[in-house]
């Protein structure tokens, strides 16, 4: 069906590991689209059910705006129950390493990278805004490479919902927080407090990720 086919044009679009990571992974009908990326835990260990509940209002908001994308690490847990709230698969994009097994058979199919390393990587470099969900480890890599390799992205780290995303894992939690603050003052400085005031709220998930696109779509 259609779906099947934007994930073969995906898939075979996307092998390269050459030319420019913002959108050379793009189906041609997403030129132009914002790309959102969302990285986190490959399963949940909140037990109140509030980092689901954040991960399926990502999703909600990005279905419902027709200019984004969703852009995931391709494993259970965030990336996961983040897509399935996405109601037009074409609009999801899956980045796992080269030769990976399919783990999320909800949108297209993008092999970047000979390891999760390099997947990382490509990862960091292929978006202009990252939520963090919850996180462990491999999620502070991400975030790091983010800070690193990609000047024009701003993370935002849902610190209601723990692990990476509350500065958990991280050698120095404040450095962390303060890097995310000045990287989103310096993209976005007249509303940098508003980013910072939702990011660190822990009002409803709903009326929170709302907010939250509005001000990207502003």
Known sequence: DQAERYEVLSTVHANSTDGNRFGDFLLPMHSGKRCVGVLGST?????????????????????RRESFVVVTGGLTGVAETTVKEVSESSRVYNVVPRGFQRVIHHGNHVERGLDMEERRKHL???CTVYFIVEGGPGTVDEAQKVLRYN???MLLPMKSTGGAASGMF??????????????????????????????????????????????IEG
């Open 43 to 63: 399963s949940f260990f909140d037990t109140t059910g509030r980092s689901k509940l954040v991960c399926k209002e990502i999703g909600k908001q990005i279905s």
């Open 124 to 126: 960091a470099q292929m």
């Open 151 to 153: 000047p024009k992205a």
């Open 170 to 215: 991280f050698d120095s939690p404040d450095a962390f927080f303060e890097s995310v603050q000045e990287r989103i003052s310096y993209l976005q400085r007249d509303k940098a407090e508003d980013f910072q005031r939702l990011y660190l709220s822990t009002e409803s998930p709903a009326e929170l990720i709302k907010q939250i696109f509005d001000l």
